[in-house]
């Protein structure tokens, strides 16, 4: 816990942490960091906004899910956590596209062997803006603009072989870890441990708990977090991204 944290955070965050710790540290974590609020409480749900604009829910009666829907306004994605309520958010909320994975956290200290793979092969130095058609040129999942985004706010990080991007990660708007790709002439080198690896660092060094979401069914992606070390939660979060309904 943060030694500063407002005794009714605290309140949110053991409550959370009673739902399960490991399936809500996508919401305990910009709480204790001070960038999301809480818009509602209960003994069986928990409504927060992101400052960037992300509703996390957690509900454990359709009854709280109502309660919730309620409080919920604008085009913002949404994310739930577990089944229940998640009926009621998809007819509420107009049957938007639903992106379904799993949490993944790191509980211990990221293993200095990772961080020594193949190192001196490569340059790891934060990208910048004057870097974003390098990396649209290799990453399709989010568009242009939200990637210059992240590159405007410091958040990704580039290997480099020469001048020669080979790769890139970076943190997402909420905090998750994403945005991670290798350049197909890079691959099966070891580069995605070493920048997953590397980027857990500087978050811990930050005091911070590395955590992101794995598609169901991405089973490379679900293997590199388990080698690195990541422990993955029992439930499903679900995004609602209601931005085109």
Known sequence: MLPCMDTSIRAVLDLLISFGYDEH???IEPLRHGEATVVHISSDGVLARHREGVWFASVRTDAAARNVLDL?????VFCTHGEVGLELFLEHLGRPEV???RQVLLKNQISEAFLSMEQSEYTLSPLNPSHLDLVVAQYHTAPPAYVLGRLRAGAMLG??????LAGFIGTHAEGSIGLLEVVPKFRRRGLATLLESEICRRLQSAGRVPYGQVFIGNDASM???RKIGFTCAASTVH???????
């Open 159 to 164: 290997a480099w072989v020469g001048d020669e």
């Open 239 to 245: 995004w609602l991204d209601r931005a085109d309904c």
């Open 99 to 101: 992106m379904h994975c």
């Open 72 to 76: 919920v306004d604008g085009d913002d």
């Open 25 to 27: 540290i996508d919401m």
């Open 223 to 225: 293997a590199l977090q």
